[in-house]
């Protein structure tokens, strides 16, 4: 993650860019990396985007890494993306992988899926598949799920792990919570009881960090003491939190309202409103669809 724009080499070589400030980026560097020896990694933080980092944080006036940087290591054939969609009348997790490197080569492949409810005993119920195609589509079967509320923010746990053989060529874990959330005239319905918001406003409340937190520590103390003043319910003021945040809200039992930014200026475009926003021209219209897209996949 950087802000708001990014150059990246490694070992002298050019691996790209990245112009999306709030989503996380990586590179493929097989070729390049060094198995013997030091490897240089070098990254140029700009300002080309800096507008558009505006957009998604009216207190965009930070730049650099607010990420760790991770170096991962799968086999010739990886896990590519992971989408989990727990469906609570239906009793089933329905998982969607994307497999990358399905080669004549690789041989063979399989996907061993489990799901397990985190913090109880009850057994994991566990499958395993062949891979047939680039991309997977299964359900596992979770007969009455224990649902998620605020009041009892149940979590499950999925690994998805790609094998060859005995041999575990990558790996992945999600937490996923099972709620229906609907409404009904005026009403919100979680579980299709009512529920009543008691919320408050987050500006990107960081004061440790200056940008968003992505400390998993800091946010439980945080997020902990928000729901003991009896709080259940958090709008994010144009702006994108991290992962790290979504993650702890679904420990605490917390909704949050995610925003996406804005253009233009909050009251006008006098001189005491323009705020250093990007203007409402269509020539931002691309850039920020982009980021949008890739921040609803993110979370």
């Known amino acids: ?24 980026f990586g590179f ?56 989990i969609y727990p469906e609570a009348e239906r009793q089933v997790a329905r998982c969607q992988i994307d497999v990358d490197g399905m080669e004549p080569a690789t041989g063979p492949l399989r ?19 062949d891979v047939l195609t680039p991309v997977v589509e299964h359900e596992l079967a979770v007969p009455a799920p224990r649902l998620w509320s605020p009041d009892s923010p149940n979590l499950y746990r999925v690994d998805v792990t790609l094998l060859h053989g005995c041999d575990v060529l990558d790996a992945m874990s999600e937490r996923v919570g099972f709620v229906s959330l609907a409404t009904e005239g005026q009403r919100f319905l979680i579980n299709g009881e009512p529920y009543f918001m008691r919320g408050t406003g987050d500006f990107v409340s960081c004061p440790e960090t200056g940008c968003p937190d992505t400390d998993r520590d800091r946010w439980r103390r945080k997020l902990k003491a928000l729901r003991a003043y009896g709080y259940n319910y958090v709008r994010c003021q144009s702006y994108v939190y991290p992962p790290e945040y979504f993650d702890v809200a679904d420990e605490m039992g917390l909704l949050v309202q995610s925003e996406m930014g804005m253009l233009g200026a909050w009251g006008g475009h006098t001189p005491w409103h323009v705020y250093a926003w990007p203007p409402p021209m269509p020539t931002y219209r691309e850039a920020l669809r982009r980021q949008w897209n890739h921040v609803v996949l993110r979370d």
């Open 1 to 24: 993650g950087v802000h708001p724009s990014a150059e990246v080499w490694l070992n002298g070589v050019r691996l790209g860019e990245n112009h999306e400030p709030f989503v996380p």
């Open 28 to 83: 493929e560097i097989t070729a390049i990396a060094r198995a013997q020896g030091k490897n240089q990694l070098a990254v140029r933080v700009h300002e080309q985007s800096r507008l558009l980092g505006l957009g998604f944080d009216w207190q965009g006036n930070w730049s650099g890494l607010y990420r760790g940087v991770e170096l991962t290591a799968t086999g010739p054939a990886c896990l590519q993306q992971v989408k």
């Open 111 to 129: 996907l061993r899926l489990s799901i397990q409810v985190l913090g109880n005993d009850q057994p994991a119920v566990q499958h395993e598949i």
